[in-house]
């Protein structure tokens, strides 16, 4: 499933990645974002609304649930 992580605000250029490519999803609470690692071991920062509102519904809970997905 294709899930989109970017490109809610005006002006911003959509960006998509593949669920399935996505091997672990961590909450950065610091910086309020998720970083993502994809199965080629590239790292995406998710930081707009929309994004990690997409992520939360993709994992089936919100970053500050308790969720064995968040580091």
Not at 8 to 26: A, G, M, Q, Y
Not at 39 to 68: F, M, T
Request: net charge negative.
């Amino acid at each position: 499933m294709w899930v989109k992580i970017a490109g809610f605000k005006p002006h911003t250029e959509d960006r998509w990645v593949n669920s399935d490519l996505i091997s672990e999803i961590r909450w950065n609470a610091r910086e309020g974002r998720f970083d993502l690692t994809m199965a080629d071991q590239q790292d995406v920062q998710v930081y707009e609304a929309g994004g990690i509102a997409e992520i939360d519904r993709l994992v089936g809970s919100e970053a500050h649930e308790a969720n064995p997905l968040y580091g």
